[in-house]
């Protein structure tokens, strides 16, 4: 059983990343054959995953519920939700509109979620207005400096602060593309360069959570 | 407690209520301060402009409801140009939980601008896989999405004739409010199929893309509700991203002045901090 569920695993990672890190560089068409069917393989998976993650959702909700933890009563409604909005989904076909009449599924899709979703959002102007408030202040000199920054890239992203200060448009531009665009490329390149290593440890079977149970 | 302390916890249903007048009042009476057009915004404009009639222009709506406000106008706004320039326009979704509203919008507009389904425009919908299906466009359109939105067979629709692949779109821009979007648009997609690709994404997200436009990786970026209200001027169309810019000028220089307002009184609490330990020592 051992060999099942960790020697085939590492296996298949390891010979289906080496295939597909040098099938890049392969433009054969064997080769784009081969990437063509393995991408509806994982469109396929994609749909299993889908079918996984609302079940585990499920799941936990379900063990919420039966054992009345705190907050049961979100995961009930969250139930009810769920399976209330399958139910007409399915029956809708899951079409929001036929023929351009609204369906149950389309009423809500556009009632329910889309001002749901866009009040979340919505809110989080007041908290970032009022945590401005109390928390954006120039307690050092690096602090200084992403106050003032912030404070010039606000005023030139906006038609009134470049009426008030006709510099500061100029400014936010110069901040956004050399300043902001040379760290945040500086931070890309590390992120990348610890992927790649990442990878490679996964390939090489250095790296083994992602097969669950610890490292053994 | 002093002054200053009391201002410093000043109750934030207060601060709440000023964002809320700064954002109502400029939408119940517009000033409508001039809008300067940046150069992220002009790249993507003169893109589609230089296109020949026919072209094919992949828009992909990577969004869902919550960044509605920002990206809906974009979305708009790119669609009305490539309709009036007579593109061939095939739109998607990345999120699933976007594809009502992307169907909604591309169908709208569409409607508006005289554009029959099929012929002139095709809504792909949503496929399960992420940042796969960008690969498998890649590979085989027809594999990716065997039939559109509405159930119809993709092969032998008249607007995807001589499109086989990724590599047969003329320019694509991913409208991204987070993964997938402009940037796996970018590694899985134009990096490989090498197509033209330009980007549309939330105000917070666009500092996080300017390195892709620095380097050509993308040819332009349209970032946040400026960015859309810049696209509306450029086309010569109103709508809801121009209205809307009153309202966010209101609340940047709101939240400004309460920035400044925090630290002045941060500073004069500072500085009685420290004369009373003078004066104790």
């Known amino acids: 059983m051992i060999f099942l569920r ?7 990672t390891l010979i289906t990343g080496l295939v597909f890190a040098a099938q890049y560089y392969v433009p054969h068409p064997a080769s784009e054959q081969m990437l063509t069917s393995v991408t509806k393989w994982l469109q ?16 936990v909700h379900a063990m919420k519920i039966r054992r009345k933890e705190a907050g049961w009563g979100y995961s009930f409604v969250l139930y009810v939700s ?35 979703q866009g009040t979340m959002f919505a809110i989080l102007a007041l908290f970032i207005a009022s945590a401005a408030y109390r928390s ?20 030139g992203r906006v038609p009134l602060g470049e009426y008030l200060i006709p510099l500061s448009g100029d400014l936010s531009q110069w901040i956004l593309n050399v300043l902001n665009a040379s760290v945040r490329r500086a931070i890309l390149i590390g992120v990348s360069l610890g992927t790649v290593a990442l990878s490679i440890k996964i390939i090489f079977g250095m790296e083994r959570s992602y097969l669950g149970g610890g490292k053994e | 407690m002093t002054f200053a302390e009391r201002m410093l916890k000043i109750d934030r249903r207060i601060i709440f209520l000023v964002i809320g007048l700064c954002t109502l009042l400029p939408l119940l009476y517009p000033v409508g301060l001039p809008i300067k057009i940046s150069p992220e915004v002009r790249g993507v404009y003169d893109y589609i402009e230089s296109l020949p009639e026919g072209s094919v222009f992949l828009l992909s709506l990577d969004f869902d409801p919550a960044s509605k406000p920002e990206l809906h106008p974009q979305a708009i706004s790119l669609l009305r140009h490539a309709f009036r320039k007579n593109l061939r326009v095939v739109a998607m979704t990345l999120w699933v939980s976007g594809t009502g509203m992307a169907d909604q919008v591309v169908t709208q507009v569409a409607r508006e601008m005289g554009k029959e389904s099929g012929k002139d425009y095709v809504f792909l919908g949503w496929s399960p896989g992420g940042t796969a299906v960008i690969i498998n466009m890649g590979q085989d359109l027809y594999g990716a999405f065997p039939a559109d939105y509405n159930g ?10 001589g499109i086989a692949n990724l590599r047969d779109v003329n320019y694509a821009i991913s409208l991204g409010a987070g993964n997938p979007g402009v940037e796996a648009w970018y590694v899985f997609g134009k990096d490989k199929y090498k197509f033209e690709l330009g980007g ?6 666009a500092p996080g893309l300017y390195p892709l436009l620095r380097s050509g990786q993308i040819n332009g970026l349209i970032g946040g509700l400026r960015g859309a209200a810049e696209y509306e001027t450029l086309i010569g169309q109103k709508g809801k991203a121009i209205a809307g810019m009153d309202a966010q000028s209101a609340t940047h220089l709101a939240i400004i002045v309460l920035v400044i307002i925090c630290n002045l009184f941060y500073f004069s609490m500072r500085r009685q901090a420290t004369q009373q330990s003078r004066s104790g020592a």
């Open chain 1, 82 to 116: 769920m399976l209330g909005t399958i139910a007409i989904g399915l029956w809708s076909n899951g079409k929001e509109a036929v023929d351009g009449t609204m369906t149950a599924f389309g009423w809500i899709y556009n009632f329910m979620m889309v001002p749901l």
């Open chain 1, 136 to 155: 954006f202040r120039a307690r050092s000199r690096e602090a200084a400096v992403l106050l003032i920054a912030a404070v010039i890239v606000m005023m």
């Open chain 1, 44 to 59: 396929i998976i994609g749909g299993f995953a889908l079918v996984l993650g609302v079940s585990s959702l499920f799941h």
């Open chain 2, 152 to 161: 119809k067979p993709t092969k032998g629709m008249p607007v995807l004739q």
């Open chain 1, 6 to 12: 960790r020697q085939v695993p590492l296996l298949i």
């Open chain 2, 200 to 205: 549309g994404c939330t105000g917070v997200m």
